[in-house]
Nanobody, 117 residues
Framework: QVQLVESGGGLVQAGGSLRLSCVAS????????MNWYRQTPGKLRELVAS?????????NYADSVNGRFTISRDNAKNTVDLQMNSLKPEDTAVYYC?????????WGQGTQVTVSS
């Protein structure tokens, strides 16, 4: 079955960096576009970054993180990472790895990122 397992969250001061990682299994990873979302209490889940399938896939970012976050994938290791630099308190959220496979959304369990001011 499809499994997505995130890691790398934690507490960091404003201006700092964190790197999130997601290990995927149970599907053809290189054939799937991969995404990172985030969610705070009382708000809808927000798409943060996307990377297309294949090798050298194109990337897209939410305006709020563009220039600070970088999404990347390693198809040999079935991983998708999110490098987060210049973190701000408003980046505090639970971050979720996501794969859309045959129109079905699959989610990891989420990892908490907390940015202190």
């Amino acid at each position: 079955q499809v499994q997505l397992v995130e890691s790398g969250g934690g507490l960091v001061q404003a201006g700092g960096s964190l790197r999130l990682s997601c290990v995927a299994s149970g599907f053809s990873f290189s054939s799937a576009a991969m995404n990172w979302y985030r969610q705070t209490p009382g708000k809808l889940r927000e798409l943060v970054a996307s990377i297309a399938s294949g090798y050298g896939g194109s990337t897209n970012y939410a305006d709020s993180v563009n220039g600070r976050f970088t999404i990347s994938r390693d198809n040999a290791k079935n991983t998708v990472d999110l490098q987060m630099n210049s973190l701000k308190p408003e980046d505090t959220a639970v971050y979720y790895c996501n794969a859309v496979i045959r129109f079905t959304y699959f989610w990891g369990q989420g990892t908490q990122v907390t940015v202190s001011s």
